[in-house]
């Protein structure tokens, strides 16, 4: 199946783990910027969905991004960094996601610029993702 990873970063986190997620599934990446809200996930089935927690919640661009969007039939894997405090991102996230399936949340901590989650976490987290969607 093919998959999209849809990524916002700020200060570089998510883009790094965005970047080494396409090179672990061979995803396409879009990076949802602020004021560019033009692309289309209409032909992917599987979409990581790679966001900050800000104040407890989604970044602003995201949310936008996420809620112009038709997500029936979709499974959406959120993976999102974050220093510890994940407030309500979560239910947030599903309940945007209308008629998707939001599954196997993953959290990626960094202090800062200091990524805390082990890279093979995320690449098991990965292989699961993409055994359980026959994506090789
Ligand atoms: C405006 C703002 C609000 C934040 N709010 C939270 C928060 O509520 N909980 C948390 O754990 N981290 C919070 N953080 C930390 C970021 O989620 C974390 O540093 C993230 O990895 C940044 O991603 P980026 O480098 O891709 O922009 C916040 C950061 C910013 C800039």
């Known amino acids: 199946m093919k998959s999209l990873i849809v990524f916002f970063s700020r200060t570089g986190n998510t883009r790094k783990i965005a970047d080494k997620l396409s090179l672990i599934t061979g995803s396409e990446k879009e990076d949802v910027e602020e004021g560019k809200d033009t692309g289309d996930i209409k032909d992917y089935p599987v979409i990581f969905l790679l966001s900050p927690v800000w104040d407890g919640r989604l970044p602003g661009p995201v949310r936008s991004y996420v809620a112009k969007r038709d997500w029936r039939g979709k499974k959406i894997y959120p993976l999102i960094t974050n220093g510890g405090l994940m407030g309500s991102i979560y239910p947030e996230i599903i309940s945007l996601c209308k008629g998707g399936r939001v599954d196997e ?4 901590r960094f202090i800062f610029e200091d990524q805390k989650t082990e890279d093979p ?5 990965a292989g699961r993702i993409m055994r359980s969607n026959l994506m090789f």
Request: proline letters at 11%.
């Open 121 to 125: 976490e995320i690449e098991a987290w």
């Open 105 to 108: 949340p993953l959290s990626v």
